[in-house]
């Protein structure tokens, strides 16, 4: 890539690359610990769609505190029963799971050990940390998804050309690719 400036004088050649648009990047990260048992996405370049199921994690610990809930509802006082399954629903909800999720785990009083990872945003994936059967930790990023829709160009510049290169400038690229 080069950048030449329009002005008769100097044509100032920079090389540098495009990247995405930080601003426009999110991380997918797994709410929960424990093993990617099914993986949606096979490379980066994939295109996901917010909302999108990315992965199904197998989690123990997900497990349990499904069991707490389920138990919860089998208390006999009903204050205590309130208190209990609330408190379970609060910690579900710390794993995001949503509200439709909690109440589907009450409507069948059984608890399942595996939860779906759902893209947070639109994109392209730019990086894909992961493969199916890994085991991952609370908070693992999986991936990371950017919208292309805008990048941006890094230039390097050498010290001798910054004299010749001023914010507001018009510029002109080409890309080998």
């Not at 009450?106 to 399942?112: E, K, L, M, P, T």
């Not at 990048?151 to 010749?164: K, S």
Request: proline letters at 3%.
């Amino acid at each position: 890539t080069y950048v030449s400036m329009n002005n008769p004088g100097k044509t100032v050649r920079l090389f540098g690359k495009v990247q995405a648009d930080q601003r426009l990047q999110q991380s997918q990260a797994a709410y929960v610990g424990g093993r990617i048992e099914r993986l949606y996405i096979n490379a980066v370049g994939d295109h996901v769609s917010k909302g999108q199921p990315l992965a199904v994690i197998y989690s123990p610990e997900l497990y349990t505190a499904e069991q707490e809930l389920v138990e919860a509802l089998n208390f006999k006082d009903p204050q205590q029963r309130g208190f209990m399954v609330n408190a379970a629903k609060e910690k579900l909800r710390l794993w995001n799971l949503t509200g439709g999720q909690v109440n589907e785990i009450i409507r069948r009083r059984s608890a399942s050990p595996y939860v779906q990872l759902k893209s947070n945003t639109s994109g392209t994936v730019i990086s894909k940390s992961v493969n199916q059967g890994d085991y991952v930790n609370q908070g693992a990023v999986l991936l990371q998804v950017a919208n292309l829709s805008r990048v941006w160009i890094v230039f390097q510049a050498y010290e001798d050309d910054l004299p010749f290169l001023r914010r507001g400038e018009t510029v002109s690229f080409s890309s080998e690719a």
